[in-house]
């Protein structure tokens, strides 16, 4: 009996899959929306999404001159760029810089699904920058997949109107949003330091429930159940910022709030917020402000 054959593998193509969506934006069209508001700072070029693309590839060996974001949402796939490799899977995301030489292509036996965008403007790398990927492996991996799908199909929704400048405006300040829930929601790929960071999440949480009281390093540090050198290095690493600096944002942002809001006197206010001198306060929320608490709420 004669052996029974693997099925071939598909041939490699970098579009034209079944059911795929992929739009390219008219040169006419990214020239207009540079001078709308927020698009000169960023703007989609290229977006889309293909479903278990078998066959899948694409290969710039002079780069691209846009910046090439590929979120995977299912499957498998590997990406190339410069002299770093690595494979993609469910969750996995990348950022290639304009002009970085790269290749990517579906996995033969297990074809990823991804979508992507390409985008520009004069505010571009800037918000790359933010999402403090390493230059070397500018990779990251988000655990909450479906929250990033509806995020993408906010910014799809915007190139199917006729590219109006509502669309447009639409579109760049969705991308703004879509790649603040790529910082938002980044989880380290292992196991054991994405306990570490759900801890830093809970510590968060915990610091907005406790705005009234004034809390220490160690007090953080043994809520979070890990020593005070390690939550502070993560704690920066994951939020950008200082614990305690953290927690001084919060308690200047409910401030603002209350003086908004409410007709509670500054002092209520300030030992409201965990502060046991009122002038401390005003201080502080100067420092942070620019104006005192009373001229805050004048104006």
Same mark, same amino acid.
């Given at each position: 009996?004669?052996?029974?054959?693997?099925?071939?593998?598909?041939?490699?193509?970098?579009?034209?899959?079944?059911?795929?969506?992929?739009?390219?934006?008219?040169?006419?069209?990214?020239?207009?929306?540079? *001078?709308?508001?927020?698009?000169?700072?960023?703007?989609?070029?290229?977006?889309?999404?293909?479903?278990?693309?078998?066959?899948?590839?694409?290969?710039?060996?002079?780069?691209?001159?846009?910046?090439?974001?590929?979120?995977?949402?299912?499957?498998?796939?590997?990406?190339?760029?410069?002299?770093?490799?690595?494979?993609?899977?469910?969750?996995?995301?990348?950022?290639?810089?304009? *002009?970085?030489?790269?290749?990517?292509?579906?996995?033969?036996?297990?074809?990823?699904?991804?979508?992507?965008?390409?985008? /520009? *403007?004069?505010?571009?790398?800037?918000?790359?920058?933010?999402?403090?990927?390493?230059?070397?492996?500018?990779?990251?991996?988000?655990?909450?997949?479906?929250?990033?799908?509806?995020?993408?199909?906010?910014?799809?929704?915007?190139?199917?109107?006729?590219?109006?400048?509502?669309?447009?405006?639409?579109?760049?300040?969705?991308?703004?949003?879509?790649?603040?829930?790529?910082?938002?929601?980044?989880?380290?790929?292992?196991?054991?330091?994405?306990?570490?960071?759900?801890?830093?999440?809970?510590?968060?949480?915990?610091?907005?429930?406790?705005?009234?009281?004034?809390?220490?390093?160690?007090?953080?540090?043994?809520?979070?159940? /890990?020593?005070?050198?390690?939550?502070?290095?993560?704690?920066?690493?994951? /939020?950008?910022?200082?614990?305690?600096?953290?927690?001084?944002?919060?308690?200047?942002?409910?401030?603002?709030?209350?003086?908004?809001?409410?007709?509670?006197? /500054?002092?209520?206010?300030?030992?409201?917020? *965990?502060?046991?001198?009122?002038?401390?306060?005003?201080?502080?929320?100067?420092?942070?402000?620019?104006?005192?608490?009373?001229?805050?709420?004048?104006?």
């Amino acid at each position: 009996m004669s052996k029974k054959l693997p099925p071939p593998l598909p041939r490699r193509i970098a579009e034209g899959f079944p059911g795929e969506r992929l739009v390219v934006l008219p040169h006419k069209v990214v020239r207009h929306a540079c *001078g709308l508001p927020i698009c000169g700072d960023i703007r989609v070029t290229h977006t889309g999404r293909f479903d278990r693309v078998g066959g899948h590839y694409v290969s710039r060996p002079k780069g691209c001159p846009q910046h090439v974001l590929i979120f995977c949402l299912d499957g498998r796939g590997t990406v190339q760029a410069g002299k770093a490799g690595w494979q993609m899977r469910r969750g996995h995301g990348v950022v290639l810089a304009p *002009g970085t030489a790269h290749q990517y292509a579906a996995s033969p036996r297990d074809p990823w699904s991804i979508f992507w965008f390409h985008f /520009i *403007g004069e505010r571009a790398a800037a918000c790359v920058r933010a999402l403090g990927l390493p230059k070397a492996r500018p990779g990251f991996w988000v655990q909450d997949v479906d929250m990033m799908v509806e995020a993408f199909e906010e910014c799809y929704h915007h190139v199917l109107g006729g590219y109006t400048d509502a669309d447009l405006i639409g579109l760049s300040t969705s991308f703004v949003r879509f790649l603040g829930l790529c910082r938002t929601l980044q989880r380290s790929p292992s196991t054991r330091l994405r306990r570490t960071e759900e801890r830093i999440v809970r510590s968060v949480r915990f610091l907005r429930e406790n705005l009234h009281r004034k809390l220490t390093l160690e007090q953080l540090a043994r809520e979070a159940g /890990i020593s005070v050198p390690h939550f502070c290095a993560m704690f920066k690493r994951q /939020i950008n910022c200082g614990p305690l600096e953290f927690f001084a944002r919060l308690k200047m942002q409910r401030a603002c709030e209350l003086l908004v809001r409410t007709e509670h006197g /500054i002092a209520e206010i300030a030992y409201g917020l *965990g502060f046991e001198d009122p002038l401390y306060f005003s201080k502080r929320f100067r420092q942070y402000m620019g104006v005192s608490p009373m001229n805050y709420r004048r104006a």
